[in-house]
T-cell receptor, first 113, second 117 residues
C-alpha cells in the first residue's frame, strides 16, 4: 500500500539547536517533495521544494535533503528559535496528477527558550 | 496582494443540513484545490480544478460532496445531508500553472472549520 509518514512524536528542542524532521514514503514515485509549515488555525504555508534529481536544497536556516533510494526526506532547521514552533508537513507531488499533493500527518515542533 | 480567502471561517451544522463553503483564490491562479484536514492529521486531497474544469474528483468521500467553479475563479464546496464524520477543516489552495513556474507550489487559505452536531 502507499504510505507517507512523518515523525510520529512531537519534537521538543532547545533554542539554538538544530531540529531534524523526517518524512518517509512507500510505493510512490514523486516528481517533487514539498515542505509546508502550519500554525494553529491557519492554512499551510510553503517553505521549500526539492526535485527528484536534487539531493539537497537550502533556504536561509532551512535545509532539505531527498534520497529517492531510501524514499526519505529530511528537513533541518538550524539555530532554531521559539518562533519556529509549528507543525511541519511534507507533501509528495506526483507525476501527471495535476499538482495535487499527498501530505504526511505532520510533525509538531516546539522550540523552548 | 490578497491571498486565498475562505468563508465562512467557522460553520456549525446540524446533522442532515446542507452546507456551502466558499473559496476565493489568488487572482490569476488557474489551479484550485480542495483538501479536508481532520484534527491532528495532514490535509487530504478532495478535488482539483483547472479554470472551470474539474479535472480530478477522486478524493471526494461520497456523492454528498460536490464542488464547482463555474467561472474559473471562485469555487464552492457543497456538502449535502451533513454527517458527524464530515466535521473537519476544509482547506482551499490555488496555484499558477506548472508551465509558468515549473513547480506546483500551492497557496492555502485559512480554512473553514465545519462542526456537525
Amino acid at each position: 500500500s502507499q504510505k507517507i509518514e512523518q515523525n510520529s512524536e512531537a519534537l521538543n528542542i532547545q533554542e539554538g539547536k538544530t531540529a531534524t524532521l523526517t518524512c518517509n514514503y512507500t510505493n510512490y514515485s514523486p516528481a517533487y517533495l514539498q515542505w509546508y509549515r502550519q500554525d494553529p488555525g491557519r492554512g499551510p504555508v510553503f517553505l521549500l521544494l526539492i526535485r527528484e534529481n536534487e539531493k539537497e536544497k537550502r533556504k536561509e536556516r532551512l535545509k532539505v535533503t531527498f534520497d529517492t533510494t531510501l524514499k526519505q526526506s529530511l528537513f533541518h532547521i538550524t539555530a532554531s528559535q521559539p518562533a519556529d514552533s509549528a507543525t511541519y508537513l511534507c507533501a509528495l507531488d506526483l507525476y501527471n496528477q495535476g499538482g495535487k499533493l499527498i501530505f504526511g500527518q505532520g510533525t509538531e515542533l516546539s522550540v523552548k527558550p | 496582494g490578497a491571498g486565498v480567502s475562505q468563508s465562512p471561517r467557522y460553520k456549525v451544522a446540524k446533522r442532515g443540513q446542507d452546507v456551502a463553503l466558499r473559496c476565493d483564490p489568488i487572482s490569476g491562479h488557474v489551479s484550485l484545490f480542495w483538501y479536508q484536514q481532520a484534527l491532528g492529521q495532514g490535509p487530504e486531497f478532495l478535488t482539483y480544478f483547472q479554470n472551470e474544469a474539474q479535472l480530478d474528483k477522486s478524493g471526494l468521500p461520497s456523492d454528498r460532496f460536490f464542488a464547482e467553479r463555474p467561472e474559473g475563479s471562485v469555487s464552492t464546496l457543497k456538502i449535502q445531508r451533513t454527517q458527524q464524520e464530515d466535521s473537519a477543516v476544509y482547506l482551499c489552495a490555488s496555484s499558477l500553472p506548472f508551465r509558468e513556474t515549473g513547480t506546483d507550489t500551492q497557496y492555502f487559505g485559512p480554512g473553514t472549520r465545519l462542526t456537525v452536531l
